[in-house]
């Protein structure tokens, strides 16, 4: 294809206008260290580590790289959700166009964050999206739904799960009300709730995101 590849970290930075940093956060300062020498003023670093502030490549950098903090989603395998872009202390307007321009080839939508929010971007996109692939699981595992049907269970949950995104994107109501509309006075749906309240299911989801913004803040100690 015509790509130039290279086993070199330093040659590969010579002559780049944009650099990825795509290791683990653990190997973060090394990677900048050996680097560095090579970045050019100007140069945009874009780093995908989780947990490490800008503050910290901005120190080891050379003061006119440009660096941009941003954090991807499993969800780019089918170009839906954000990616989350935290612009550095020393990114322009241009810069910050140049690096969106870029990860859009990866997803349609970028959204431009302050760094005090990206731990909780990445609690609430990034991992209720594995959260609510359990709760399909569980819909799933209803006796009903492995028998043999004309029409697949898994399309028609999936299916809902698109409509229901569009519906809290398109709405300003709560997310609450929204369910209260769908239920009639014993109805089927109301059954369902009313178990799910029963069992303060909202609760343990809540405890669930708890834990998962715990853990990032206990990441950042270990990191640092």
Known sequence: MGIPTETDNRRACENATIVILGVRPQGIRDLLHEISPSLRTGTICITIAAGLPLSLYEAILPSGVVMIRCHPSSLMAVRRGY????????????????AT?????????????????INLFAAVFGSSAALLYLFVEGLLSVEACKAEHAFSPRQVVA????????????????????SDEICTPNGMTIEGVKFWEAHDMTRLTTEAMNAVL???????????
């Not at 989350?84 to 810069?95: F, I, L, S």
């Open 83 to 98: 990616i989350a872009v935290v612009p550095g202390t020393h990114t322009g307007v241009g810069d910050v166009e140049r």
């Open 101 to 117: 321009r870029l990860l859009r080839l990866l997803c349609d939508d970028t959204l431009l964050i302050p760094e005090r929010d």
């Open 159 to 178: 299916g809902m799960l698109a409509g229901a995104a569009a519906m809290l994107e398109r709405s300003d109501k709560p997310s609450r009300a929204l």
């Open 214 to 224: 715990a853990r990032v803040s206990e990441m950042m100690r270990t990191i640092k």
